[in-house]
T-cell receptor, first 112, second 113 residues
Framework: DAKTTQPPSMDCAEGRAANLPCNHS???????VYWYRQIHSQGPQYIIHGLKNNETNEMASLIITEDRKSSTLILPHATLRDTAVYYC?????????????FGSGTRLLVRP | DAGVIQSPRHEVTEMGQEVTLRCKPI?????LFWYRQTMMRGLELLIY????????DSGMPEDRFSAKMPNASFSTLKIQPSEPRDSAVYFCASSLVRNQPQHFGDGTRLSIL
């Protein structure tokens, strides 16, 4: 079972920041938070991941709370092409670190 | 750089026929994954290979499904005989090592009539 909780849908205006929340209250110390997205008819696309520090790359920023029980994915200037389903995944460590368990995700609609 | 390449993109066949899905992982990646996506069950891991060896096939639904990885640049997922309930989108993914980000292909949309 997925260890994360996400809102089923969100929307934001084009050009504005999209802030996608994720709860992972049972996360363990060696588990990473991963974000993927899936644009219609395409395979999931890796966005970003983090352990406890905030992370930023060319696609997005990941803010993880100090207690690590929740995180937020930030798309700083959303475009219409960012409309997709966004998956927040807690990735276990050790021998099972290959496992990605996808939940239902958040369907983000970027409005013109 | 080329990403994960899957073929065919679409497959429509009749129940009982053999279906073979193909995947070419990203060069240099040691881990390969097959997933299935349906509306009812979402995205599920079917099998995981490391260095061409199957490590976890616990997600393979039944004996009708088999997967092989004869070399580092090619893998197949075979369904024989196929059934209508096998209709789904099948994704292949690869990663540098098992705990690194997985990169997905664009999938094969399979319809069994």
């Amino acid at each position: 079972d997925a260890k994360t909780t996400q809102p089923p849908s969100m929307d934001c205006a084009e050009g504005r920041a999209a802030n996608l929340p994720c709860n992972h209250s049972t996360i363990s110390g060696n588990e990473y938070v991963y974000w993927y997205r899936q644009i219609h008819s395409q395979g999931p696309q890796y966005i970003i991941h983090g352990l406890k520090n905030n992370e930023t790359n060319e696609m997005a920023s990941l803010i993880i709370t100090e207690d690590r029980k929740s995180s937020t994915l930030i798309l700083p200037h959303a475009t219409l092409r960012d409309t997709a389903v966004y998956y927040c995944i807690v990735r276990v460590g050790g021998d099972s670190s290959y496992k990605l368990i996808f939940g239902s995700g958040t369907r983000l609609l970027v409005r013109p | 750089d080329a990403g994960v390449i899957q073929s065919p993109r679409h497959e429509v066949t009749e129940m009982g026929q053999e279906v073979t899905l193909r995947c070419k992982p990203i060069s240099g990646h040691n881990s390969l994954f097959w997933y299935r996506q349906t509306m009812m069950r979402g995205l599920e891991l079917l099998i995981y290979f490391n260095n061409n060896v199957p490590i976890d096939d616990s997600g393979m639904p039944e004996d009708r499904f088999s997967a092989k990885m004869p070399n580092a640049s090619f893998s197949t997922l075979k369904i024989q005989p196929s059934e209508p309930r096998d209709s789904a989108v099948y994704f292949c993914a690869s990663s540098l090592v098992r705990n690194q980000p997985q990169h997905f292909g664009d999938g094969t949309r399979l319809s069994i009539l």
